[in-house]
């Protein structure tokens, strides 16, 4: 049973993981899973900066590694390789994780595999609990919202992406705009339980559409416009606002997903089909559980990740490279982070793209 090393520095958790694999297709084992959160670093500016995020992770990385053996209870001639998140994500984070895990590799002599960021989100239900291929993935996280089917490791096709804001961009400034601090979606959603969310109308973005993609920019200009408007804020302003912009989000995020589950229907022969959401956002639990009710609706299972590893963290690297060292494949020394990796290179960009490749 191959034993991994995920290391994950895409953005503002300085994460280390050690996970064993299962028998067969069976689910992974968890060893270790050592995550700082830099929230500290990044709150007074309302976001992450990049440049302080970057020098946290080299001050930090080696003692969240150290702390991942201990707590395994393990040394390095158990681990059989390294797997460090190569993208996407924030350079210089991914500069500092995919150095640090080469420099392992080398001196220990152990295999090195440069992991998407994104497969990692997507293959978490394996890991976890031994999810069957296919399934339809709804990852939505700070820099990405996303539809995906994932027919096997490396086979992925998105159906449908932002075409402007990731929901988790969106959430963190609206906290910013309300003064609720960062990380911005635990904010809203607590400030959201004690607000009226039909006090104020606010818009559902392409909600109806026949086209299956998400967008939150209107979204976001409209709650601005409206909190200016009132002037200067009361508590039950900023709560009722909270509480109208995750009503609306939630109902836009139903819409527009029970598009692909009926696509998933008409297209693919799966009697059990499944949907698996991801990414930070998918700890709201207003939105999982609308989830949860959608797809009983449309006879799909909901598979959800443990409120841990719904954030960035490193034991869904740590499987990722497992899956695919498992199927022989490692990469060279010299492979280089890359800012943007999209999942499925082969879909056409829906945000652009540039020099360093397509956004979303």
Same mark, same amino acid.
């Given at each position: 049973?191959?034993?991994?090393?995920?290391? /994950?520095?895409?953005? $503002?958790?300085? =994460?280390?993981?050690?996970?064993? &694999?299962? @028998? %067969?297709?069976?689910?992974?084992?968890? +060893?270790?899973?050592?995550?700082?959160?830099?929230?500290?670093?990044?709150?007074?500016?309302?976001?992450?900066?990049?440049?302080?995020?970057?020098?946290?992770?080299?001050?930090?990385?080696?003692?969240?590694?150290?702390?991942?053996?201990? /707590?395994?209870?393990? $040394?390095?001639? =158990?681990?059989?390789?390294?797997? &460090?998140? @190569? %993208?996407?994500?924030?350079?210089?984070? +991914?500069?500092?994780?995919?150095?640090?895990?080469?420099?392992?590799?080398?001196?220990?002599?152990?295999?090195?595999?440069?992991?998407?960021?994104?497969?990692?989100?997507?293959?978490?239900?394996?890991?976890?609990?031994?999810?069957?291929?296919?399934?339809?993935?709804?990852?939505?996280?700070?820099?990405?919202?996303?539809?995906?089917?994932?027919?096997?490791?490396?086979?992925?096709?998105?159906?449908?992406?932002?075409?402007?804001?990731?929901?988790?961009?969106?959430?963190?400034?609206?906290?910013?705009?309300?003064?609720?601090?960062?990380?911005?979606?635990?904010?809203?959603?607590?400030?959201?339980?004690?607000?009226?969310?039909?006090?104020?109308?606010?818009?559902?973005?392409?909600?109806?559409?026949?086209?299956?993609?998400?967008?939150?920019?209107?979204?976001?200009?409209?709650?601005?416009?409206?909190?200016?408007?009132?002037?200067?804020?009361?508590?039950?302003?900023?709560?009722?606002?909270?509480?109208?912009?995750?009503?609306?989000?939630?109902?836009?995020?139903?819409?527009?997903?029970?598009?692909?589950?009926?696509?998933?229907?008409?297209?693919?022969?799966?009697?059990?089909?499944?949907?698996?959401?991801?990414?930070?956002?998918?700890?709201?639990?207003?939105?999982?559980?609308?989830?949860?009710?959608?797809?009983?609706?449309?006879?799909?299972?909901?598979?959800?990740?443990?409120?841990?590893?719904?954030?960035?963290?490193?034991?869904?690297?740590?499987?990722?490279?497992?899956?695919?060292?498992?199927?022989?494949?490692?990469?060279?020394?010299?492979?280089?982070?890359?800012?943007?990796?999209?999942?499925?290179?082969?879909?056409?960009?829906?945000?652009?793209?540039?020099?360093?490749?397509?956004?979303?």
């Amino acid at each position: 049973m191959p034993t991994v090393l995920g290391i /994950e520095t895409s953005c $503002d958790e300085t =994460a280390a993981a050690i996970v064993r &694999a299962g @028998a %067969g297709d069976a689910r992974g084992e968890i +060893l270790s899973n050592i995550i700082y959160s830099q929230f500290g670093e990044h709150a007074r500016y309302g976001g992450v900066v990049p440049e302080i995020a970057a020098r946290a992770h080299a001050d930090k990385l080696d003692r969240v590694i150290k702390a991942a053996l201990s /707590e395994a209870g393990t $040394d390095w001639d =158990a681990i059989d390789a390294i797997a &460090a998140t @190569a %993208g996407p994500g924030l350079i210089g984070g +991914l500069i500092v994780g995919t150095m640090t895990g080469k420099a392992i590799a080398l001196a220990r002599g152990k295999p090195f595999l440069a992991v998407n960021h994104l497969e990692g989100h997507a293959l978490t239900p394996r890991l976890t609990d031994g999810q069957p291929f296919p399934y339809l993935l709804l990852l939505v996280s700070g820099g990405h919202t996303q539809m995906v089917l994932v027919r096997g490791l490396g086979d992925y096709e998105r159906w449908a992406t932002t075409i402007d804001d990731a929901l988790g961009e969106a959430f963190d400034k609206t906290a910013k705009l309300l003064d609720l601090g960062y990380p911005g979606g635990p904010a809203v959603e607590k400030m959201a339980s004690t607000g009226d969310p039909d006090r104020f109308a606010l818009p559902r973005p392409l909600k109806g559409e026949a086209r299956p993609d998400f967008s939150f920019s209107g979204l976001k200009t409209a709650l601005r416009k409206t909190a200016t408007d009132l002037g200067a804020l009361t508590d039950r302003d900023v709560a009722d606002l909270c509480a109208g912009f995750q009503k609306a989000v939630t109902e836009t995020l139903e819409d527009r997903v029970a598009r692909s589950l009926a696509r998933y229907r008409a297209e693919i022969t799966d009697t059990s089909p499944t949907l698996v959401v991801a990414g930070g956002v998918a700890a709201n639990k207003a939105i999982r559980a609308m989830l949860e009710r959608l797809c009983a609706e449309h006879g799909f299972a909901f598979l959800a990740p443990p409120m841990e590893l719904c954030s960035d963290n490193a034991a869904m690297i740590a499987w990722a490279g497992l899956e695919r060292f498992r199927r022989g494949e490692t990469d060279p020394l010299d492979i280089a982070p890359r800012p943007r990796w999209p999942l499925d290179g082969d879909s056409a960009p829906r945000i652009g793209s540039g020099r360093k490749g397509a956004k979303a």
